[in-house]
């Protein structure tokens, strides 16, 4: 991190980023947002391009844009300070953390676009998505609720695919109805070597 990038984290996050107590606190929450209106979560955002753009799309929505690399955070922030829609707020966070700590059915969207895939297959069981996360988001979403994931890594898709089909909350919704989103940094890096994306959506029952 430069020193413009550890200023700009501590004077723009004052505008726009919430922490992770204020998050999980519905009250506070609305609070932060400064309209009471319903929540996603935007999971590992990296620069932010996608939570950007869905909140143009989706004003109606308060959107949680979860972080943990201060680098790509200060991005965002530079992002939003530049003219950003009003309904997004960072937390930098362990995302896990923050949806195992959410209330109950207080979650109308999880989203996570090219989560972290860790490839080999000895280090298989970082990856974010496995069954405890499965039943975190399973408490947060409201019914009819969204989980919606990326991959370019097809044994990930499947993965999930798996873990999903052997969890009563979930049904396979269609991945044509993914929010749209620009091509990421990370898909495009995908894209180039050559491998394919793929989109889940599933809705909680
Ligand atoms: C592969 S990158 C994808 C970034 C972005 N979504 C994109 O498509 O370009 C994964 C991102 O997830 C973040 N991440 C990994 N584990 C996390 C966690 N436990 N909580 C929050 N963010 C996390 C990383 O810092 C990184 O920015």
């Not at 109950?104 to 069981?125: C, Q």
């Not at 974010?128 to 975190?136: E, H, I």
Request: proline share 5%.
């Amino acid at each position: 991190m430069t020193d413009q990038g550890r200023s700009d984290l501590i004077e723009l996050g004052a505008d726009w980023a919430i922490t992770a107590e204020a998050l999980v606190s519905q009250h506070a929450t609305s609070e932060a947002f400064g309209i009471e209106q319903p929540l996603a979560l935007d999971i590992g955002v990296g620069s932010g391009e996608a939570t950007i753009m869905w909140a143009r799309n989706q004003p109606g929505l308060n959107i949680a844009a979860i972080e943990l690399h201060r680098p790509t955070m200060v991005q965002l922030l530079r992002a939003l300070d530049n003219n950003g829609p009003p309904n997004v707020r960072l937390i930098e966070a362990d995302a896990t953390a923050v949806v195992r700590d959410m209330a109950a059915g207080s979650v109308e969207t999880i989203r996570l676009l090219f989560p972290d895939p860790w490839p080999k297959r000895r280090h298989v069981e970082r990856r974010m998505v496995n069954s405890q996360f499965l039943n975190d988001v399973a408490n947060a979403l409201r019914t009819g609720g969204r989980l919606e994931i990326a991959t370019d890594w097809l044994d990930y898709a499947k993965q999930v695919r798996q873990l999903v089909a052997s969890h009563d909350c979930f049904e396979a919704g269609d991945s044509s109805t993914a929010e749209p989103r620009p091509t990421t940094a990370y898909e495009t890096r995908g894209v180039k070597a050559g491998r394919t994306i793929t989109d889940l959506v599933f809705i909680r029952r």
